[in-house]
């Protein structure tokens, strides 16, 4: 298994199809950010993103009314490893979140991968970012080193479009999976996840609103090796204190910073959890979300 591999075959198909800037080893893939992208193209894309951002692990369904992800193998690796923005790299000023297999090889943040026991080699790299700005040469020579690749490929994509949103809500079952890890959770007991989310309109504030879809519409059915009971109803986005505010509140009032905000708020509306050891099902939450 190798998911800067699996990444790199399904990304290079899109080289002639989108606006690139190459240099060094490194090339940058616009998405939407300088470049606009025709919406009839967009939401390929966008599916294409969020299933290189799991690494080639997930596979993501999107319709008008619903994105959905389906992970058979390795949730955790998948989702931790891979699609989690981890990674806060500065970029044009500011700072793009970023996503993806590179973060495996630069260790991005390398606790989580001690926790997961997973690494790999790889001469190539695939990075998803997030951005209103395309990194600079300076800017991609340094994440390449950081990554300690000979060739870097980045997806660069604008979080206020329709790539962006589907990107933020590919993410419902990583939400899931990252709360059950800040709450001590072994993710590595995991067998398979699969989650779905309503998708907001595509407003110049969709950013927040797809968050918002998550955190008040989005479930996550979890099939686990061993569970903890106790752990039902606090990995579920109402066991935060910021539960009921708009996502654009919790953001502004936390600077624009997202790795201020309290971490319990990034969980699903609900969580189903099956024990296959037991049999047994464990719900807690309720999606009151709605367009």
């Known amino acids: 298994m190798n998911l800067n591999k699996n990444s790199w075959d399904i990304l290079a198909k899109f080289i002639g199809d989108v606006s690139i800037t190459k240099d060094l080893g490194v090339t940058v893939l616009d998405f939407g950010v300088v470049e606009p992208i025709d919406e009839s193209l967009a939401w ?6 969020a299933e290189v951002s799991l690494g080639g692990l997930g596979r993501i369904y999107v319709s008008s009314k619903e994105v959905e992800v389906d992970i ?30 590179a973060r495996i090889l630069a260790k991005k ?6 926790r997961l026991g997973y690494s790999e080699d790889s001469n190539r790299a695939v990075l998803c970012l997030e951005t209103i700005n ?37 993410r419902i079952v990583e939400m899931g999976v990252y709360r059950l890890d800040f709450l001590g959770y072994d993710t590595g007991k995991i ?18 609103s797809a968050n918002d879809a998550i955190i008040y519409g989005g479930v996550v059915e979890f099939a686990v090796e061993g569970w903890d009971g ?6 579920i986005s109402s066991s935060s204190p910021e539960y009921g505010k708009p996502f654009k509140k919790i953001f502004k009032e936390a600077g624009g910073d997202f790795y201020k905000i309290d971490h319990a708020i990034f969980a699903p509306a609900e969580v189903i959890v099956e024990d296959s050891k ?14």
Request: proline share 7%; charged share 20%; with cysteine.
């Open 191 to 208: 067998i398979e996840a699969s989650g779905a989310v309503p998708v907001p309109e595509i407003t110049s504030d969709v950013m927040y």
């Open 230 to 235: 106790s752990l039902t109803e606090k990995c």
């Open 134 to 170: 395309l990194p600079d040469k300076a800017e991609c020579k340094k994440i390449l080193r950081q990554t300690g690749v000979k060739e870097l490929l980045v997806a660069a994509y604008n979080p206020h479009s329709i790539i962006g949103a589907v990107n933020i809500l590919a």
């Open 109 to 114: 943040p390398k606790d989580v991968y001690e």
């Open 72 to 101: 058979k193998d390795y949730p955790a690796i998948a989702c931790l490893g891979s699609q989690m923005s981890g990674w806060a790299i500065p970029v044009g000023g500011g700072t793009a979140l970023g996503s993806g297999p």
């Open 44 to 49: 390929r894309y966008a599916v294409a993103v």
């Open 278 to 291: 037991t049999k047994k099902v464990f719900q807690a939450g309720e999606r009151t979300w709605r367009k």
